[in-house]
């Protein structure tokens, strides 16, 4: 085989593996319906404003599903004003386009006690009051 065959092939090869990273990460976010991933932030981050929402967003996106998601049934999303909802929505959709927690799909509020999981996790940034964790094998 010459050279110039295998770099087309690798190339080749290549394009499809980033093609396939990139679907994947479209089906992960099209796996959590808004709705769901707005009640979610809301209950996880109402009082984090829009940076903290969106971080909280992002997180739920690259987790792909909302299991273990405490807020999804906060007591404080009954409590919530209309504004926070609104602010969550958007928080939601800026959440797609923007990576402020460095690919982390954990996260957890230094206001609670440390989760079990931490230690099994890669702390990447630290938001508000919710520290990011990615790579958590338990």
């Known amino acids: 085989m010459s050279f110039m065959r295998f770099i087309r092939m690798f190339?080749?090869?290549?394009?499809?593996?980033?093609?396939?990273?990139?679907?994947?990460a479209i089906a992960m976010a099209d796996t959590v319906p808004e709705d769901l991933a707005v009640r979610c932030v809301v209950g996880e981050a109402e009082d984090q404003g829009i940076e903290g929402m969106t971080a909280v967003a992002e997180a739920i996106r690259n987790r792909g599903h909302v299991r273990g998601v405490y807020?999804?049934?906060?007591?404080?999303?009954?409590?919530a004003q209309p504004g926070v909802w609104e602010l969550a929505r958007w928080a939601w959709d800026r959440?797609?386009?923007?990576?402020?927690?460095?690919?982390?799909?954990?996260?957890?509020?230094?206001?609670?006690?440390?989760?079990?999981?931490?230690?099994?996790?890669?702390?990447?940034?630290?938001?508000?009051?919710?520290?990011f964790y990615k790579d958590v094998r338990r």
Do not use: Q
């Not at 807020?71 to 409590?79: L, M, N, Y």
């Not at 982390?104 to 990447?124: F, I, L, M, Q, V």
């Open 71 to 79: 807020g999804c049934r906060s007591p404080r999303i009954a409590k």
């Open 95 to 131: 959440s797609e386009f923007t990576n402020s927690v460095k690919g982390a799909d954990h996260w957890h509020s230094d206001r609670e006690p440390r989760a079990w999981w931490e230690k099994y996790g890669t702390r990447t940034v630290k938001i508000g009051s919710h520290k």
């Open 11 to 24: 190339l080749t090869l290549m394009a499809i593996v980033i093609g396939l990273a990139v679907l994947a």
